[in-house]
């Protein structure tokens, strides 16, 4: 089979494995053989467990849907992080969210501070009034 994660910053994972098992919170775990019927299932929080030859790869999921037809998976998430386990998948995922948000704090204090400098210009100018 066939299986490719894609997130909105890109293709995460393209690769042929044997077989995937998909955990949510919401919907459980079920693996996806070679030959399953098609199916679709939303992962709210969870994993997807990436086996070939034996071998294991995980990739932690957030907000994401997996569908399997004709022997492709097919893996769309909003976040997604890959590892050798479950646990380095989502310390990943962790410290990647934590430096995104932190970004968006410096962005924000970067905002409120080029407003009050533009307020004090416009205030300083006397803009807007005759």
Known sequence: M??????????????????????????GEFAILKGHVPIISAIDVGYVKMVRDEKSIYTVVINGVV????????????????????????????????ERLEENRKRTVDFAKAERELRKNVKQAKAGKQ
């Open 2 to 27: 066939d299986l490719t994660v894609v997130t909105p910053q890109g293709e995460l994972y393209n690769e042929t494995i044997d077989y995937v098992v998909v955990s949510s919170k919401m919907n």
């Open 67 to 98: 569908e399997h037809k004709d022997g492709k998976v097919s893996v769309i998430a909003q976040e997604a992080h890959v590892g050798m386990s479950k646990v380095s998948a989502m310390d990943h995922l962790n410290t990647v969210r934590e």
